[in-house]
Nanobody, 117 residues
Framework: QVQLVESGGGLVQAGGSLRLSCAAS????????MGWYRQAPGKQRELVAA???????NYKDSVKGRFTISRDNAKNTVYLQMNSLKPEDTAVYYC???????????WGQGTQVTVSS
């Protein structure tokens, strides 16, 4: 059983920064991918950033240069550092873990990020 718990969301002014954290617990086998998705009202869920257990990283084009994804294996935690935030970044952000051998797919409860102009 795997559980993911997000934290770090909140209200911030445009141009500000937030750091999201996702703490994972349970049987986390390699290889795997951890990522951050977001969903704004009336829009489909989209991938923001992902990082594999081998360290390969992918970003959505609109966040490149502003967001940084990282993971701490000792703490079983993935982070999303968000700088230069824009109102269009407003969404619920969800942590995701995929176990590539078993096809296990796990989600956190989500954390709200609101960027005011």
């Amino acid at each position: 059983q795997v559980q993911l718990v997000e934290s770090g969301g909140g209200l911030v002014q445009a141009g500000g920064s937030l750091r999201l954290s996702c703490a994972a617990s349970g049987s986390i086998f390699s290889p795997n991918v951890m990522g951050w998705y977001r969903q704004a009202p009336g829009k489909q869920r989209e991938l923001v950033a992902a990082i594999t257990s081998g360290g390969t990283i992918n970003y959505k084009d609109s966040v490149k240069g502003r967001f940084t994804i990282s993971r701490d294996n000792a703490k079983n935690t993935v982070y999303l550092q968000m700088n230069s935030l824009k109102p269009e970044d407003t969404a619920v952000y969800y942590c995701n873990l995929v176990l590539l051998l078993s096809y296990g797919d796990y989600w956190g409860q989500g954390t709200q990020v609101t960027v005011s102009s």
